[in-house]
């Protein structure tokens, strides 16, 4: 991650299907790479126990919620249980204009849409590795109605389909989420490489 | 470099200046890496003592090396000492369709003409950390006169200009040439997560 000083970070929009296994990657990423930031999302539903305001999330009101969405200051969001969840654009932009990286794990439907927003954005897709995996994963969950596993697994598989809009994708297999964090962070630091990102260096040799 | 059977190769086209090191780097990376190959050139130049055709060079005839090039059977060359020095292009497609990755270790005048003639190929410049590093570079081979150092030097900084026209870059500093080919390594195995080759994953979940 050697960056000039003057270089803005990069914003890595990490995707994935039901069954990818994202927010373990993701969460193995941070921890083993302490100078890559996770955003932190704003939501409308309560603090659980231990979860601190502006570190789990910015806790914040429906009407806030709303009014900030009505403004453009949220750059994506969903709603899961009838509570408000989205990324703050604000806080997105000040870490990037820092130079720090910053990942943003998010639903495929808000993927395509946050990356025509935020330039040089960079998306991957986390998969499985296939359709069987696919459905022991959605099944080991116990929770669910056959009827509801299988629509999960139909939208997981067109979810899977978008892929080509995608920058990068990454395969995460069982057991292997330590291996598939690994394949991400080389991409983080491949596309620091990227002349976009590099191009200062010429300032050297004038 | 985890690729499906059906994907074919990439070719990594890598220069630099000279001063940049890229002969160095490209021996490191070829000697740890035993999954990727570097192109064989063709030259019309003598073999000299422990040379093998068809290993360090294809041998030609200069009427053959002529032949080629009006036929459209040279990538790219170069003439240096009165000799022909060229890629076959034969050679290259045949090793990409294999699905190996091929290296090219170029100058960079070549580059471009070679990116534009070779689908989805990646372009890699090497620079010297700043000037002073690329002149002491320059002066250390000892054997020419200030005014072809002063020479080689303008030429030099001209080429790191074209930088922005480059896919990637990568820095190699003085004794770090390890480091560098790592860093070359790692945007090789970025390049294959791209899903312009991944996309044959979405056959897993038909």
């Known amino acids: 991650m050697e960056m000039t000083e003057m270089n803005k970070g990069i914003l890595f929009i990490i995707s994935g299907p039901a069954g990818s296994g994202k927010g373990t990657v993701v969460r193995e990423l941070i921890s083993s790479h302490s100078d890559i930031k996770l955003s932190v999302s704003a939501t409308t539903r309560s603090p659980r126990p231990g979860e601190e305001n502006g570190v789990h999330y910015h806790f914040i009101t429906k009407d806030e919620f709303e009014r900030r969405i009505k403004n453009g200051e949220i750059l994506e969001y969903t709603t899961y ?92 297999e069982d057991g292997m989420s330590d291996k598939c964090a690994e394949q991400i962070y080389g991409i983080i630091c491949a596309e620091h490489k990227r002349t976009l990102h590099t191009r200062d260096i010429i300032k050297k040799f004038i």
């Open 81 to 172: 249980c009838e509570n408000y969840y989205g990324t703050p654009l604000k806080e997105v932009n000040e870490a990037l204009e820092r130079g720090n990286d910053i990942i943003l794990e998010i639903e495929v439907d808000g993927a395509m849409q946050v990356k025509k927003k935020i330039e040089n954005s960079v998306t991957i897709m986390l998969t499985p590795p296939d359709s069987v995996t696919l459905e022991n994963r959605l099944r080991s969950r116990g929770t669910e109605t056959d009827e509801v596993i299988k629509w999960r697994l139909e939208r997981a598989k067109e979810e899977i389909r978008l892929l080509p809009d995608y920058d990068y994708s990454v395969i995460n």
